[in-house]
């Protein structure tokens, strides 16, 4: 066995610097989690409360993520303040190397918890050209975003868990607690306790309605492949296809600290297999590849010999096969310049469905150009009224917010989906000015709505609209029954131009399926009336 | 190895899934046990007061037999009169509920010392502020939680289910939780599990509906509307605060009058003091604009909800009949709607 009771210069031992990188992983998956939280509450309960240094924040996690900010200055052509909190990641990376993978992406850290070893028979030979793809992912997203198009940053690693925890993960465990809570509440003696845990420690987790969000199944089986791909290979998505560890792997060739094997190795190739990225590997001596070290340090806690260090200085770079070469960026443009025009000759999200309503605030064409597809809207929605696309923004507008008001209205009291923003996709406006947006108006529809199909007065939404002066009003008609009766009926009606889209009447709508009253993009005019 | 472990997997998984579907199992027999305890109940707690339309005389306490003397009391069963409802006017709104509840005869006679009470204010939006009068003053609500607790209250609830934002959310925004909790009381979100299934015996139209449990079990239901108006029923008052401890509330807009008046013949308040410190005059529930507010100054407490919307109604300058609920509460036999037949008490604090 090795000997890790032996200090290194830094004081710790080997397994000392192990159990660190854990902790730091589980620490900062944690810290992931709190902003989350917190986030889900902040604006929605405190409206118009929001100070400017919470919302820059907030979304600490997505702000410290380079290849999101670097991408949307590319394609938004909009630099803003917060970005430069992605700086810190690019210095920590020159500095240390992809330290960023290895302790404290919270992807990185699920998939280190999912290494599915024991279940490995054989590992498939994978060839190593493949770290070229994450080169290739990169070099795509970033010459996309150079003509706009940012669509592909959905396969950013925190974006992808910002997604999955809003859509899958957060609904499904809304479920299953309250399937365990009316379980556990029809049980006498703990049926206090369960409605006291419902009223007072459920809404700090959950939203306030059941969290309700399309196709999860969806979002959450592109998260289980990423995880179900450890089968072939640990870390197989760090390893070759993550494009934010692209980046980190270009940039951590350059790194100040990298794993050195010195010539006192006596070629046990204890280092080789159990390197969870495979950045160790042996030709006609043993070496690691800083691009593809995670910084882990488990070949140091397994080197019998002390011969894996990790000295601080300017190394020679030594390029691998697999890296960046002209080839790779020729491909990677010509990609990227064919995908965004073959995207742009049949814009669907151009060709305005009436039904895609976005956000308070938003500018359509801005919003593709902007949106990093993270979710953080829809996570922070208290209504569950924003969900993401999928159809219907075509394929370049894919997982951007949109407004369900089926699903749930925009809250007249809330403002928070452009105060967590992360790249102001949706403006961070204040609650004055985000009560004036118009994200739609209200078109009634006379043969099923009740009052008027069916002569019984209705009027719920009339009562719920929040516009001061109501933008729907009630008209008393005296009609004559299909039976010959003589009637006086409520019937609601639209007054359009106070109408601001907010959806409510159409949530609240008492009919089945579709409402009666739905709140659609009014052609031509809306453009001029928008933020 | 990995074979015994997997299999020690298995059993543990199939010894936890056979617990929880027992536990599981437990609780559906319960939940029998629950429904029926519900529809069975069909008496009112015997704590709460039943407010008595045709009499004004209740009997004296203990206290009151000891402190009178022979002379003075010559009768074996001595009556005194409060006033059917109290109108306060022109105070401070802390001020005008106290005076209005001790000139009913104190918040002694409705609360009782051990008592649980829900005060259910009218919280329907989280939109605006108080100032706005789409949510009852929370100096009022805060005042009545003080008397409460001062009348020996074991706990005092507030609670309400805006249709507008959350209920957190407008317990902010309507700085009625600010002010709750300086009082002493607590705000309750109110969870959906607690919505039991509850048959309304006496109702006309409405015969079952799911109804707050928490707001049935409770030995005292405080209720403060505040007077504001809604299109549909042109006022929302005491009767029609009750909406909000229901849980399907569109199918009540049908037959809306006669509903209300089946679901408050369920679900009885106490004592019930209408807030018309401000008064929303037009665009209710939600409002949203201070030139529909009038500021009135007024507070309006009776046991008896019927007379306390119809005097309410007048503040509008309506007849009490004109609001369907009134006429069919009147009709139910759940108050008194002819002001004229009310003793009524005015005190004017300005």
Known sequence: MVDN??????????????????????????????????????????????????????????????????????????????????????????????????????????????????????????????????????????FAGLLKNISLLF?????????????????????????????????????????????????????????????????????????????????????????????????????????????????????????????????????????????????????????????ARITQIIRQPYDIERRKILVSLGTAVLGVSLLESYPVSENKSPKLLRPPGVINDRLLSTCIRCGECSTVCPTNAIQLTVGEAGMEGLWTPMLIPRIGYCDYSCHACGQVCPVEAIPP?????????????????????????????????????????????????????????????QRPFVIRKRCTGCGICENKCPLSGEAAIQVLLPQGHFQEISF | MNDLSRRHFLHLIAASLG?????????????????????DSEKISPTIFQPDPTSTEIPPTATDLATSTPENTPEPSPTIAYPNLVVARNGDPEEMVRKAVQALGGMERFVKSGDKVVVKPNI?????????????????????????????????????????????????????????????????????????????????????????????????????????HHELARLTLAMKNMMGVISNRPMMHANLGQRLADLNSRVRSSLVIVDAVRMLMNHGPSGGNLADVKKADTIIASPDIVAADSYAATLFGLKPNDLTYIKKGKEMGLGENNLSKLKIEEINLG
Request: hydrophobic share 45%.
């Open chain 2, 19 to 39: 617990s929880l579907g027992g536990i599981y199992l437990t609780g559906c027999l319960n939940q029998e046990k629950l429904l029926t305890k519900s529809i």
């Open chain 2, 124 to 228: 329907c939006v989280a939109y605006h502020g108080y100032k706005y009068a789409a949510t009852t003053n929370p100096w009022v609500v805060a005042a009545i939680v003080k008397l409460a607790l001062e009348a020996g209250a074991k706990n005092v609830k507030v609670m309400d289910y805006p249709f507008g934002g959350s209920a957190e959310q407008a317990y902010n925004v309507s700085g009625i939780k600010a002010e709750v909790n300086k009082a002493g009381g607590k705000m309750v979100v109110m969870s959906n599990l607690r919505y039991v299934d509850t048959s309304i015996p006496k109702g006309k139209d409405l015969k079952s509906t799911k109804i707050y449990n928490g707001v049935l079990n409770a030995d005292v239901l405080i209720n403060v509307p505040i007077a504001k």
């Open chain 1, 429 to 489: 406006l204040s609650l004055e000015e985000k009560r004036k947006q118009i994200i739609g108006r209200a078109y009634l529809d006379t043969n099923r709505c009740i009052p008027w199909a069916d002569n019984q007065d209705c009027i719920v939404c009339e009562e719920v609209c929040p516009i001061p002066d109501k933008a729907i009003r009630l008209e008393e008609t005296l009609i004559v029954t299909p039976e010959g009766e003589q009637k006086i009926v």
């Open chain 1, 155 to 311: 396969l950013d690693p925190i974006t992808i868990l910002y997604r999955t925890m809003t859509t899958a993960i957060w609904p499904a465990l809304d479920q299953i607690v309250t399937g365990i809570e009316l379980a556990l509440y029809r049980i006498p003696f703990l049926g206090p306790a369960v409605s006291g845990f419902d009223s007072l420690i459920r809404p700090s987790i959950f939203p306030p309605h059941p969290a309700s969000y399309r196709y999860g199944g969806l979002y959450f089986g592109f998260f289980l492949g990423i995880i179900a791909l450890n089968n072939l290979a640990p870390r197989f998505w760090c390893r070759y296809l993550c494009p934010l560890g692209g980046m980190l792997a270009f940039l951590g060739k350059f790194s100040f600290i990298q794993c050195e094997i010195t010539p006192e190795c006596n070629l046990c190739g204890n280092c080789i297999s159990i390197c969870p990225t495979g950045a160790i590997q042996s030709n006609d001596h043993v070496f690691c590849d800083p691009g593809e070290c995670t910084m882990c340090l488990a070949c140091a806690a397994e080197c019998p010999g002390r011969a894996v260090t990790y000295p």
């Open chain 1, 5 to 142: 009771k032996k200090k290194s210069p830094s004081g710790l031992t080997p397994d000392q610097w192990l159990n660190l990188r854990k902790y730091s992983q589980l620490f900062f998956l944690i810290l992931l989690l709190v902003f989350y939280l917190w986030s889900r509450r902040e604006f929605y309960l405190f409206p118009g409360g929001g100070s400017g240094i919470k919302q820059k924040l907030i979304n600490l996690p997505l702000k410290l993520d380079p290849l999101v900010m670097i991408v949307q200055l590319l394609a938004s052509r909009t630099f803003l303040i917060g970005s430069l909190l992605a700086v810190i990641t690019v210095i920590l990376t020159l500095l240390l190397g992809r330290v960023w993978c290895g302790w404290f992406c919270p992807v990185g850290t699920l998939l280190d918890w999912f290494p599915f070893r024991s279940w490995k028979r054989s590992s498939p030979n994978i060839p190593e050209g493949l770290r070229g793809v994450k080169y290739v992912l990169l070099l795509v997203i970033l």
